[in-house]
């Protein structure tokens, strides 16, 4: 399993709900949140860091290029054709499918942390249902219990 299927890889059980342990569910909803939310942050700082990287590579590579032109007593390169050469770099081609990647991951991470999200507030509406199921019981059996008293 590569570092991306890796970390995209969700226990599920962190995403389904057990309606039966709604208090367990909400107890453990927090710290669940804040690893997904953790992850997104790190996901986005490793995506901006490779990127930074990136932009960093491409302008030594652009100064070498224009460094071999200089060297050999060649005209000096248009714009379009010196980034073309930068952009057809293997150094380069490689950092930019790995910082798709890094961008992929980076969605993921922010997907999983807005599932969480969701799922909070799913727990809470779910929570108050169970809430006005048991005062529904709750109100019935009084009524009956005064019922069978009169």
């Keep these: 399993m590569t570092d991306f299927e890796d970390f995209i890889s969700v226990d599920?059980?962190?995403?389904?709900?057990?309606?039966?342990?709604?208090?367990?569910?909400?107890?453990?909803?927090?710290?669940?949140?804040?690893y997904y939310a953790e992850r997104a942050v790190a996901a986005e700082r490793e995506y901006d860091l490779f990127k930074q990287r990136l932009s960093q590579t491409r302008s030594e590579v652009e100064k070498k290029i224009r460094a071999k032109y200089l060297e050999s007593g060649a005209k000096a390169p248009t714009v379009q054709a010196l980034e073309s050469?930068?952009?057809?770099?293997?150094?380069?081609?490689?950092?930019?499918?790995?910082?798709?990647?890094?961008?992929?991951?980076?969605?993921?991470?922010?997907?999983?942390?807005?599932a969480h999200y969701m799922r909070k507030d799913l727990l809470s509406q779910m929570a108050n249902n169970k809430r006005k199921e048991l005062d529904t019981l709750r109100n019935s059996s009084v009524r009956g219990n005064n019922e069978n008293e009169a």
């Design 12 to 34: 599920e059980h962190h995403l389904v709900i057990d309606d039966t342990d709604i208090s367990g569910e909400l107890s453990m909803q927090s710290a669940r949140f804040c």
């Design 85 to 114: 050469e930068v952009n057809t770099n293997s150094g380069i081609v490689a950092m930019e499918h790995e910082l798709i990647n890094l961008k992929g991951k980076m969605g993921v991470a922010k997907s999983y942390k807005d």
